[in-house]
């Protein structure tokens, strides 16, 4: 992935997505916390995409963003498609490709065309983002190509700090229509359960193939522990990392921010 540098003349969704990407991919230690979850993230979702499909397999990366995600999968030869709300967006994405086949499709995931199929639809966090995840889970199942899955991440909703509801608890939400597809954390409506989304999974003709929950508080940061990143070696982060995971699911359930699952289109009954 090519290296850009900021340009005052960029547009201002540009500068905003740069200042993500000198604390994603250019080591700017600001904010550790930020910088060590992302790459917890970055590293369990490609982890998932490359246990289910191997290159050249197809990829729809939904809401990708400044494409950080798309552009690694492209370079470890999938052929992926760039998705996000944010048109403008792609010729920023551009600027950083240096190899691999990567297409851009901007636009709402709802409208896409579902004649065309892909073998891995990749929702990494999105579906915190959307007043009907129910229903976001239903059209990612109709891109999916026979045999295919979704990969999809999504902040933890049982961590034991989240100040958000479970969307099962909310009688009417579209309520949060107007305030949907905002990016970042300020733009999350809900957080998930694991069994909301086992069943918002089996609702949209999904089975749960793989689910595991990850990054612990130290590793992002939380709890005034930035201070503390600072201080160790980055050996020890990681160490402490695999070590939580390792923990009792009712503990691992409290104590991890993200999950990561593999979903996909449930067989015919019988």
Not at 15 to 44: F, V
Not at 54 to 74: E, K, T
């Amino acid at each position: 992935m090519r290296r850009v540098e900021l340009d005052a003349t960029w547009p201002s969704s540009w500068q905003y997505s740069y200042k993500y990407d000198l604390l994603e991919l250019y080591g700017d230690e600001s904010n550790l916390g930020y910088a060590y979850a992302y790459r917890s993230r970055i590293t369990t979702t490609l982890g998932f995409v490359e246990s289910v499909a191997s290159p050249p397999a197809s990829v729809l990366d939904v809401a990708a963003g400044q494409g950080n995600i798309s552009l690694q999968l492209a370079e470890r030869g999938y052929h992926v498609t760039w998705n996000d709300l944010r048109s403008d967006l792609s010729d920023y994405v551009a600027l950083k490709y240096e190899y691999g086949t990567i297409d851009y499709c901007p636009g709402n995931i709802f409208d896409l065309d579902s004649s065309r199929t892909f073998d891995i639809v990749l929702l990494a966090e999105v579906i915190e983002h959307v007043a009907h995840p129910d229903e976001l889970l239903r059209k990612a199942a109709s891109l999916v190509a026979p045999g295919g899955h979704i990969v999809l991440t999504t902040p933890n909703g049982e961590y034991f700090r989240n100040p958000l509801p479970r969307f099962s608890d909310c009688a009417d939400p579209s309520q949060f229509e107007s305030g949907q597809f905002k990016p970042d954390a300020d733009g999350h409506i809900f957080l998930l359960y694991l069994d909301e989304v086992r069943t918002l999974a089996n609702a949209a003709g999904l089975d749960v193939e793989r689910i595991e929950l990850f990054t612990n508080p130290l590793t992002a940061g939380y709890l005034r522990t930035n201070v503390i990143l600072g201080r160790l070696p980055e050996a020890a982060v990681w160490a402490l990392e695999r070590l939580g995971r390792r923990v009792p699911a009712p503990v691992s359930r409290k104590i991890h921010v993200q999950l990561a699952a593999v979903l996909s289109p449930s067989g015919p009954a019988g």
